[in-house]
């Protein structure tokens, strides 16, 4: 059984894919309170350790797999999509991809 922690938890993207490959959520990384009551919620035994910037490694318990991502990083993968293809428009400009 792999056990994950979850950098820049967010809703918790990474808890619930890992939960439906069979995997078990330990601990999240997160300091927006709704997004921390949305997986409360939905993963009640996993343990929210709180600030990235306060975290203790060492006092983690130890997981399988650590993965994070920031939300504009997805953006940003949406918007080199849309150089290569056509139908996806970028329609805010607040990117302009160089």
Not at 16 to 39: D, N, Q
Not at 71 to 76: K, V, Y
């Amino acid at each position: 059984m792999m056990t994950l922690g979850s950098l820049f938890d967010g809703i918790g993207g990474f808890p619930l894919a890992a939960v439906h490959c069979g995997g078990v959520p330990v601990w999240a990384s997160e300091i927006e309170p709704f997004p921390m009551r949305v997986t409360k919620l939905r993963f009640p035994d996993m343990i929210h350790v709180g600030d990235i910037t306060k975290l203790d490694g060492a006092k983690l318990p130890p997981v399988d797999v650590i993965c994070g991502a920031r939300a504009h990083a997805f953006r940003n993968i949406i918007i080199c999509i849309e150089k290569k293809n056509s139908r996806y428009k970028n329609t805010d400009n607040r990117y302009d991809g160089s």
